[in-house]
Nanobody
Framework: QVQLVESGGGLVQPGGSLRLSCAASGSSFSFNAMGWYRQAPGKKRESVAVITNNGITNYTDSVKGRFTISRDNAKNTVYLQMNSLKPEDTAVYFC???????????????WGQGTQVTVSS
């Protein structure tokens, strides 16, 4: 059973920083990609940042230059360093891990429980 455990969320003032961590366990394979999604009240869940097992990263435009995603493949852990936080970053942040398996390249997604990030003065 794959489990993703998130930590690091909290309340921070605008301009502040937080570092989110997500530790994955229970997989016999390195995840092809890990990333962070977020969902604000009344909004759909959106992708924030993704990193492949080769270290290639993608960010949504609104966080470029402020957020940095990284991973430790040996620990199956992904991090999101969030700097210069804005009120619009307020959301529940979810960790995602994806596996591509089998002859048909089936994608399997796993999700954490979410951690609340609130940016407010």
């Amino acid at each position: 059973q794959v489990q993703l455990v998130e930590s690091g969320g909290g309340l921070v003032q605008p301009g502040g920083s937080l570092r989110l961590s997500c530790a994955a366990s229970g997989s016999s394979f390195s995840f092809n990609a890990m990333g962070w999604y977020r969902q604000a009240p009344g909004k759909k869940r959106e992708s924030v940042a993704v990193i492949t097992n080769n270290g290639i990263t993608n960010y949504t435009d609104s966080v470029k230059g402020r957020f940095t995603i990284s991973r430790d493949n040996a620990k199956n852990t992904v991090y999101l360093q969030m700097n210069s936080l804005k009120p619009e970053d307020t959301a529940v942040y979810f960790c995602n891990a994806a596996l591509i398996r089998g002859w048909n390249l089936k994608r399997i997604d796993y999700w954490g429980q979410g951690t609340q990030v609130t940016v407010s003065s």
